[in-house]
């Protein structure tokens, strides 16, 4: 055998032998809810499609319309020829929601992040990150060649103790977190990371990828309750509840200025297909409208949290902690059975031991359905 089809076997056989190898399967996803897999119909736990927006048809309406306008593609970077005019009529919408300056849009929030962090902090800078942070927050990290600190998950105090140390050896610093947390559904302490920051002089940045359009009137994790928190730099997506793709920051004019000039993932990548774009502003458009319609996936992951006992939901993401990767596993295919798509989630996306059922919750799930799926996880999931 060739020695890089050797390697990447045995790196496979590795990643099965732990229950930890991943495979593609095909998914027709119906409506908002309900996907087809294998010709079997599964009520879906497991979309980030909050809104179900991603099959509305106002909004489907508005891509087909921006592709026979526009075209199908971009044709070039945003700085060369990609810039269609839909960029700014989105920006300028996600300014307001977010209440910045300015904002600018990248290719996906995976680009967003790796491309954001490294214009801010070079080889002198400092990270001060939440342990539990995003992936693509940690590739930007890595990216910008500084000194990298991680702290307990949502423990100010601990993130107060790495500044203390170590702010005065570096040039810059950025304390860096998720506004929602991706696989754990609870929030950050953004209000008193903001002030920590000023106290340090470091630039608080928040992924609100599972904020924008679910929480704090669809505004995200920084407009929660009657507090706004200033937070200088908010950065989200575009494929979760908004039901396109894209990313976004959202910021003071001249960062964002900077943004359009030094970040490597927006100068050296195609612009979004007009399509997306048209279709993240159709979808921004009627959560500004509906803003019941928005608080509803919250408020159904709170009635899934209450029958079971477990801690009242803070977003539309609950996780059910298993352990080993191998009974997360079983744990899914048992619903499986019971026509639950309900995705096991597995080390290295979340900490060793700690495998898990992510279940996130929408507008359109019945009600009823919510309660069989309750009963079952009861008595045979965790009993
Ligand atoms: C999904 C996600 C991203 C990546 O966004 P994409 O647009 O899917 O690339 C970034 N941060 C968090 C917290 C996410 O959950």
Known sequence: ??????????????????????????????????????????????????????????????????????????????????????????????????????????????????????????????????????????????????????????????????????????????????????????????????????????????DDAHGIGVIGGGRGSSFMGNAHVPVPLQMGTLSKAIGAYGGYLCASAPVIELMRNRARTLVYSTGLPPSAVAAAIAALDLIEREPAYAAAPVQKAKVFTASLGLPDAQSPIVPIVIGEADAALSASRLLMEEGFLVAPIRPPTVPQGTARLRLTFTAQHPMDEIERLADIVRTRILA
């Open 1 to 206: 055998m060739h020695s890089l089809d050797a390697f990447a076997q045995e790196k496979l056989d590795q990643l099965e032998s732990r229950s930890l190898r991943r495979g593609l399967t095909d998914t027709f996803r119906e409506d908002g809810i309900f996907v087809e897999r294998g010709g079997k119909r599964l009520l879906s736990f497991s979309c980030n499609d909050y809104l179900n927006l991603t099959q509305h048809p106002a909004i489907k309406a508005a891509a087909k319309a921006a592709i026979d306008r526009y075209g199908a593609g971009s044709g070039a970077s945003r700085l060369i020829t990609g810039n269609h005019p839909l960029y700014a009529e989105l920006e300028t919408r996600l300014a307001q929601v977010k209440q910045t300056e300015a904002a600018v849009v990248f290719g996906s929030g995976y680009l967003a992040n790796s491309g954001i962090i490294p214009v801010l902090i070079g080889p002198d800078g400092l990270i001060v990150i939440d342990e539990l942070a995003h992936n693509c927050l940690f590739a930007g990290t890595q990216l910008s060649r500084g000194r990298v600190l991680k702290f307990r998950h949502n423990d100010v105090a601990h993130a107060r103790e790495l500044l203390a140390e170590h702010r005065a050896a570096h040039d810059h610093a950025l304390i860096v977190t998720d506004g929602v947390f991706s696989m754990d559904g609870d929030l950050a302490p953004l209000e008193a990371l903001q002030a920590l920051g000023e106290e340090y002089d470091a630039w608080l940045m928040s």
